[in-house]
C-alpha cells in the first residue's frame, strides 16, 4: 500500500515563530487531507489538497502532487496551535491512509 | 463541532463484557468510517460504510462488529476484547461522488480502556 512520511516528528516553538511541516507520499493520490488533532483527541480537517495550494488564516499548504509532497505552513503560532498535526493521502474514492503525525508544541 | 457525535465518549470494559459504540453525523453525508487510533501509531481504518453497505474490512478482528442500519448511524458492537484493543476509535463521514471522496470529518473518538 502506499506509504505516507511525515516531517519532523516533534517540534517545539515560540509563540509567534513560523514553521514547515512536510508529508511525502510513495504514489500518485486522488486525495490529501491535513488534520489537527487536539489533547483531547479531536480530528480537525485543515485542507483538502490534492494539488494546489490553499490559505486558511495563519495556515496555508501546498501539495505538489508530480513531486509527491504537501507542505504544511503555520505563521505567528499560538499556543492552541499546539496538537498533532496529520497528513492522509486516498489512492482510492474514499481510503484514507494517515501518516504518523507531527507533534507540535507551542509554548508561550 | 464537526457534525460528527460518538457516544460515549470513554468506556472501561472488561474483557467478558459486550457493548456498543454508536456514531451519528448531522452533515446528510452518504459514507461513514470507523478508525482505531492506538498510542505512538498512525490511524489504522477499520470499516467503511457506503450507503449503508459496507465496502470494507480491513482484515479486523471478528470481536469487532459492525453496523449501519441508516446513512446516518454506525456502532460498532464490542465483545470479548482484548487488552491491546484499548484505543481511541474515531467514526468519520464524508460525502462519496462519481468525482470521488472528499473531506472526512471526524467525531471525538470513544477512548476504550479494556482491563
Known amino acids: 500500500g502506499i506509504q505516507v512520511e511525515q516531517s519532523p516528528p516533534d517540534l517545539i516553538l515560540q509563540e509567534g515563530a513560523n514553521s514547515t511541516l512536510r508529508c511525502n507520499f510513495s504514489d500518485s493520490v486522488n486525495n490529501l487531507q491535513w488534520f489537527h488533532q487536539n489533547p483531547w483527541g479531536q480530528l480537525i480537517n485543515l485542507f483538502y489538497i490534492p494539488s494546489g495550494t490553499k490559505q486558511n488564516g495563519r495556515l496555508s499548504a501546498t501539495t505538489v502532487a508530480t513531486e509527491r509532497y504537501s507542505l504544511l505552513y503555520i505563521s505567528s503560532s499560538q499556543t492552541t496551535d499546539s496538537g498533532v498535526y496529520f497528513c492522509a493521502v486516498g489512492e482510492s474514492n474514499y481510503k484514507l491512509t494517515f501518516g504518523k503525525g507531527t507533534l507540535l508544541t507551542v509554548n508561550p | 463541532e464537526t457534525g460528527v457525535t460518538q457516544t460515549p465518549r470513554h468506556l472501561v470494559m472488561g474483557m467478558t463484557n459486550k457493548k456498543s459504540l454508536k456514531c451519528e453525523q448531522h452533515?446528510?453525508?452518504?459514507?461513514m468510517y470507523w478508525y482505531k487510533q492506538s498510542a505512538k501509531k498512525p490511524l489504522e481504518l477499520m470499516f467503511v460504510?457506503?450507503?449503508?453497505?459496507?465496502?470494507e474490512n480491513n482484515s479486523v478482528p471478528s470481536r469487532f462488529s459492525p453496523e449501519c442500519p441508516n446513512s446516518s448511524h454506525l456502532f460498532l458492537h464490542l465483545h470479548t476484547l482484548q487488552p491491546e484493543d484499548s484505543a481511541l476509535y474515531l467514526c468519520?463521514?464524508?460525502?462519496?461522488?462519481?468525482?470521488?471522496?472528499?473531506?472526512?470529518?471526524f467525531g471525538p473518538g470513544t477512548r476504550l480502556l479494556v482491563l
Open positions: 468519520a463521514s464524508s460525502q462519496l461522488t462519481s468525482g470521488g471522496a472528499k473531506t472526512q470529518y
Open positions: 452533515l446528510g453525508h452518504n459514507a
Open positions: 460504510y457506503n450507503f449503508k453497505e459496507q465496502t
